[in-house]
């Protein structure tokens, strides 16, 4: 089994004039297939690594093995922190759902600045980040 993962993100709007006749199943089914057939047999071979398509809809959908990562991922980290598995998720989906709305707003911008990211997750409490991040949302969406 291999050591390390690669991912490839994209995120569309299914409700573009191009994709009318699509079913959201068939639509994130269809950039997954694409991901893969660009990506995943170059990975495996060269780098002998996994590759998972991340698949998101601008209206807050994913698709199928974006699920499957995301779960796997908060059953993981749940595990490890020694957390409840919901909240883990929901920190997981929270974390997920700002990271596609500031490159979002980047790509708006058309910003070129690195960005240092904290990725330690040794001291992270999931309960206490998780209500932080609900604050920051509150604050900038509802209130701002």
Same mark, same amino acid.
């Given at each position: 089994?291999?050591?390390?993962?690669?991912?490839?993100?994209?995120?569309?709007?299914?409700?573009?004039?191009?994709?009318?006749?699509?079913?959201?199943?068939?639509?994130n089914r269809q950039h997954e297939n694409k991901k893969k057939?660009?990506?995943?047999?170059?990975v495996m071979e060269v780098e002998y690594a996994i590759f998972t398509p991340l698949v998101f #809809? *601008?209206?807050?959908?994913?698709? /199928?093995?974006? $699920?499957?990562?995301?779960? +796997?991922? @908060?059953? %993981?980290?749940?595990?490890?922190?020694?957390?409840?598995?919901? #909240? *883990?998720?929901?920190?997981?989906? /929270?974390?997920? $759902?700002?990271?596609?709305? +500031?490159? @979002?707003? %980047?790509?708006?911008?058309?910003?070129?600045?690195?960005?240092?990211?904290?990725?330690?997750?040794?001291?992270?409490?999931?309960?206490?980040?998780?209500?932080?991040?609900?604050?920051?949302?509150?604050?900038?969406?509802?209130?701002?």
């Amino acid at each position: 089994m291999s050591s390390c993962a690669y991912f490839d993100l994209r995120v569309c709007h299914p409700n573009a004039e191009s994709y009318q006749e699509l079913a959201l199943e068939q639509l994130n089914r269809q950039h997954e297939n694409k991901k893969k057939r660009v990506y995943a047999s170059i990975v495996m071979e060269v780098e002998y690594a996994i590759f998972t398509p991340l698949v998101f #809809t *601008t209206t807050g959908g994913k698709a /199928t093995e974006c $699920s499957r990562h995301h779960a +796997r991922l @908060a059953e %993981l980290l749940a595990t490890k922190k020694g957390e409840d598995y919901a #909240t *883990t998720m929901s920190w997981i989906r /929270t974390k997920v $759902s700002f990271a596609i709305v +500031r490159s @979002a707003q %980047l790509g708006l911008r058309d910003s070129r600045k690195a960005r240092k990211v904290n990725n330690n997750l040794h001291n992270v409490d999931l309960d206490i980040e998780f209500d932080k991040m609900l604050q920051i949302f509150m604050d900038f969406y509802i209130f701002g």
